[in-house]
């Protein structure tokens, strides 16, 4: 579930579902980074009557996309994106019983306690491709799995399909012209739903019916996903 090509995730989708120019999505995306790829969030939310970048299938609730006054560009974006994933259930898990299964963790140090300070020191590095860096991982011969729900928009599916043709892996020819293999929902026998193909040590699997959080939209699918990632089916 990759972060790896901002501008080539964004720009197919945004462009494609949105009506917004293209020139405009690219100039927001590349040349003045994060705060314009917040202005260009807050765009798209307003054309779309408020679409959950983690759904699409979904909406915002008002407080997530009203900007609140003399808030910065960082701040807006942590409340979009840092937020959402710190439900109360979700911390009392982290912190309750996976923290104690685990038994390392000390005492100070609390699951979520250090995103909002991690995601700033990052804002410089968001918008930058790293796609040579997934090549350097297939050269050395480490195994590389993209996962992505059908539904997602912060990491869009076919975004995910434009970085990959970018890759200079000596594979990526073959691993292409691969068809794609269906996967039956565990949950609904005969369904399906994902689809996936690999070839040597790249993997690309197309989660259906989820969105970002593919754990949480389709988890049965998840761990099936999972098992096939790492051999135990």
């Known amino acids: 579930d990759s972060w790896i090509s901002p501008l080539g995730q964004y720009l197919p989708l945004c462009h494609g579902t949105s009506g917004l120019p293209l020139s405009t999505v690219l100039t927001s995306f590349w040349v003045e980074g994060p705060e314009l790829w917040s202005v260009t969030e807050s765009v798209v939310e307003q054309n779309t009557n408020g679409v959950n970048f983690y759904n699409i299938l ?54 979520g306690g250090q995103a909002e300070a991690v995601f700033s020191s990052m804002s410089g590095d ?50 292409s012209q691969m068809k794609w293999t269906a996967l039956n929902d565990p949950a609904f026998p005969g369904v399906t739903g994902a689809f996936y193909k690999t070839y040597k040590n790249f993997s690309f699997y197309w989660i259906l019916k989820a969105g970002h959080m593919i754990p949480s939209d389709q988890g049965p699918m998840a761990l099936q996903m999972l098992k096939m990632i790492t051999q135990q089916d």
């Open 58 to 111: 979904t909406q915002e609730p008002d407080e997530e996309m009203s900007s609140v006054a003399g808030e910065g560009f960082l701040s807006l974006l942590m409340r979009h994106h840092i937020s959402p994933l710190h439900r109360q259930s979700l911390s009392q898990l982290m912190n309750g019983p996976i923290r104690k299964k685990l038994g390392i963790i000390p005492q100070n140090v609390t699951w």
């Open 126 to 175: 968001f918008m930058k491709s790293v796609v040579d860096v997934v090549d350097q991982l297939l050269d050395a011969g480490v195994n590389v799995t993209v996962y992505n729900g059908q539904l997602d928009l912060i990491v869009d599916t076919m975004g995910q399909e434009q970085w990959v043709k970018q890759l200079k892996w000596v594979g990526l020819q073959s691993f």
